[in-house]
Structure formats: C-alpha cells, structure tokens
C-alpha cells in the first residue's frame, strides 16, 4: 500500500489491513462535538470494545498534532473527548490547514470517510451523517457528507438521519449523486431516534452477508461512490416521535432565532435536543451507535471473504 506521508495507521489497524481482516473506522467529531465529556469518551471506548466482540478491528479516525490518524490509543481518545468543543470540526475543506499548521481536528463523517479509504479501511460506523437541512431551499446548507458520499467509496453504517435535516431533499441529493441508501431490515429510512420516517429506502437488505455482497459488487463494478446503510435504532430504546419532533423543532426554531448558521449548526441543534430531553436523546443515541458498530463488524468480517 502507498500510504500518504501525512497519514499514520497504527501498528494493529495497519497490520489488519495488510493481512485482509476486517476493521472497522469510527469517528472523531460524535466524541469532541456529538456528546459531552465523559458519557463522550466511555462511549467511544466501548465502541471499540463491541466491534472487537463482533470479529473486527476498530480504527477511530482524527487529526492529532497535524497527523491523520486511523487507529487512537485510549489516551488519545481521552485527549479528544475531554478537549471537546476546543478541537477543530474538520470536515473536507479543513484538513490541509490543519495538517500545515500542526493542529488537532475532529473528524466528521467526511473526514473520516477520506482518511478510512487513505488507510485502506471499507467500512465505518457512526450515528447521524449529516445531510440538507430544512431550509435549505434559503441557507444552501448541505452537509459536506453527502458529497463525500458520492465519490469516497466507504460504507457508512448510521441510523439514518435525524430530523434536524430535511429527510426528502437529503434523499434527493443522495439519489442525483449516485449513492444507493439501504435500509438493513427496513424498508423505510429511519429517522436516527425512531425507526421510521414516512420514507423509502432504496433497497431492503437484511444480513451483513447481503450487505457485504452488495458493497463488493460495487467496487469491482469500479464505482468511487459509497454506500449508506441505515440501521434503525433497537425498539427498546427507540424514542416516542411526538416528544423528540417538538424537541427537534424548538431546537430549530432557537438556532433560526439566534442565527446560528455554517459548521456550528449541527453541533448546537444535536446539544440542545439533549438538553430538551432531559438526556433521553443522549442514553438513545448511544445505544443506537453500539448497535450499529455490531453490524459494520459483522459485514466487515463478511466482506474480508469475497
Ligand atoms: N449527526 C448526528 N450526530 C453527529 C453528527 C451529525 O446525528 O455527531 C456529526 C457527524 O460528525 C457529521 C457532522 O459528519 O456532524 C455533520 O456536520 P455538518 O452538518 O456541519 O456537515
Ligand atoms: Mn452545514
């Protein structure tokens, strides 16, 4: 493999990959921007522990000191999660400051997505991706992720999108660009804190084989496009949609009033529905990502057979 000269792999991650086992990326910006310090870093830690416990090696992705880096040691993940909102969120357009400059960034869904593919990683599993928020028609604000998307060829295993964001457009523009959206066991797109949302998915797939099967076909098709697989939250800790949709609204209807706007968006509308919900949102959203870290491990480990 022809590493970038900007990129370290840790030994464990870059020996998997040399060896074709299955590992598994996750990102930066959920632990310093998604949740707060220390449900933050346990949560980042036990992700870790789950996708080992399902066959696969987890590659937490960030940018430390200037490095790209696929594979944090607990330290460095402690480090990050306890710097919280003082790290850059780096998305496409912010990496090559900060590696220029030496400086420390938390890796979105796109970000995590580039360094993954630098370092030969397939799969990734997250949250929420971000996507087109309401109002987009106005503000033109599309998250960075779905372009990345459709030219960085990983698989990205989230729970949907959460209703912050416009769930027709964002469909919309994920068709134009040529990214097939799953639904694993669904038929419907689930909206992050419920499984469901009043939309289809593009297809229906229901085991990590089929999955695998269906990633591997597209990359030797020579497609560069990625692949969204949505897996809807367990039941047991799905959230009642008449509480979490008038906590989304108000948390939109503040960051209109106030004028937030650009990166600092999604951050502030994800920290006031926690906040709304007394916590509820935080205890779902975790859970939600442990199950999704199952199930890229267990297509990872699929994948590494074909
Ligand atoms: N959606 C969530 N949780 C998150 C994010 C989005 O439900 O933590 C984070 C991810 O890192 C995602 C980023 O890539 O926010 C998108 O930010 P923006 O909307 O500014 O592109
Ligand atoms: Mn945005």
New binding site residues.
């Given amino acids: 493999m022809n590493l970038n000269k900007y990129l370290d792999v840790s030994p464990e991650v870059a020996q998997a990959v040399a060896q074709g086992k299955p590992v598994v990326a996750l990102?930066s910006?959920?632990i310093s921007?998604?949740?707060p310090y220390p449900q933050n870093v346990e949560t980042a830690l036990k992700v870790e522990e789950i996708i080992r416990e399902n066959g696969a090696i987890p590659a937490t992705i960030a940018v430390i000191g200037g490095r790209l880096k696929a594979g944090l040691t607990p330290d460095e993940i402690e480090y990050l999660g306890k710097k919280g909102l003082a790290v850059t969120?780096a998305?496409r357009r912010d990496l090559a400051v900060l590696v220029a400059r030496g400086e420390d960034g938390?890796?979105?869904?796109?970000t995590?997505m580039i360094i993954a593919h630098m370092a030969g990683i397939k799969i990734f599993a997250?949250?929420?991706?971000?996507?087109v928020?309401r109002g987009a028609e106005t503000t033109m604000?599309i998250?960075?992720?779905l372009e990345e998307l459709a030219h960085t060829p990983v698989m990205v295993v989230c729970a949907g999108?959460?209703s912050?964001l416009d769930l027709g457009l964002t469909l919309e523009y994920l068709e134009t660009h040529g990214v097939p959206v799953i639904g694993f066991g669904t038929k419907e797109l689930p909206a992050?804190y419920t499984r469901k949302s009043g939309f289809a998915v593009d297809y229906e797939i229901d085991t990590p084989q089929e999955l695998a099967r269906a990633f591997h076909v597209q990359q030797e098709l020579g497609f560069q496009s990625g692949m969204l697989v949505t897996n809807p939250i367990p039941e047991e800790y799905s959230m009642d949609p008449a509480v979490i949709g008038k906590a989304i609204n108000d948390a939109v209807a503040e960051a209109k009033a106030t004028g937030i706007h650009?990166?600092e968006?999604?951050?502030f509308l994800?920290a006031k529905i926690k906040d709304i919900t007394g916590g509820d949102s935080l205890d779902s959203?975790i859970q939600l990502v442990f199950n999704n870290a199952r199930l890229a491990a267990k297509t990872a480990a699929e994948l590494c057979k074909l």
Avoid at 106 to 110: C, D, I, L
């Fill in positions: 990102e910006t959920i921007h998604g949740m969120k998305s938390a890796t979105t869904v796109t995590t997250t949250g929420g991706i971000g996507g928020h604000d998250s960075a992720d999108a959460k912050i992050f650009g990166k968006t999604t951050p994800l959203n």
